[in-house]
């Protein structure tokens, strides 16, 4: 259900009769109004929807959005390569970790999809993934970069990554600090902003 106000959005979820424990993690919202008007609103923080209690924190049953980015602040959308650099620390590859990346521009932050290609082993120990992405909202010259662990029972150690939007100059963001990422607190982080 996605209910609006002015240049506001709330997007809920409503209960289907099952036992909820689904989710969804919605990129954007877009509205379109009668006018010709067009609004979008970045899932910046990577909130997911679902009704279900056994959910932790990072989910809820409604979301609002307020802040939009439209074409006319931000430019025509681009495509953007994040590429990692998975580290050859012992066991700091990963098969089973949902990562979601955040690119943060001087318009705003645009929330990518899921780091995970099809039929391909990714994040194996001193691999360079590359994933691109097609006709991402612009948000201006990249400035920060976050990754945020959706789900998964394994943890990740990656060296470095980078992001170049459109023939921009590459923005290269390095694990300093050697932070794991897990969605197992014990094992690491869920989420690293780098800047």
């Not at 240049?7 to 919202?29: C, H, I, L, R």
């Not at 899932?43 to 074409?71: D, H, Q, V, Y």
């Not at 089973?96 to 994040?123: A, K, Q, T, W």
Request: hydrophobic content about 30%; charged content about 20%; overall charge neutral.
């Amino acid at each position: 259900v996605v209910s609006t106000q002015s240049t506001e959005a709330v997007v809920s979820t409503q209960s289907t009769g099952t036992n909820g424990d689904d989710f969804w993690v919605p990129k954007k919202v877009t509205l379109n109004t009668k006018d010709g008007l067009s609004f979008s609103f970045p899932n910046s923080r990577g909130f997911g929807l679902s009704n279900s209690e056994k959910m932790t924190s990072g989910w809820a049953a409604a979301i609002g959005f307020c802040t939009p980015i439209t074409e006319s602040t931000a430019g025509k959308p681009r495509k953007c390569t994040i590429k990692t650099r998975t580290s050859r620390t012992k066991h700091a590859e990963t098969d089973n970790c949902l990562l979601v990346p955040r690119i943060y521009g001087e318009y705003g932050v645009v929330l990518g999809e899921s780091m995970d290609r099809m039929n391909h082993d990714d994040f194996k120990p001193g691999a360079l993934d590359t994933f691109t992405y097609q006709n991402v909202q612009n948000v201006g010259k990249v400035k920060c970069l976050s990754f945020n662990v959706l789900r998964g029972d394994d943890a990740w150690l990656f060296s470095y990554a980078s992001v170049e939007c459109d023939g921009e100059s590459v923005k290269t963001f390095r694990n300093s600090q050697n932070q794991w990422l897990s969605y197992d607190v014990s094992e690491g982080v869920r989420f690293i902003k780098m800047c």
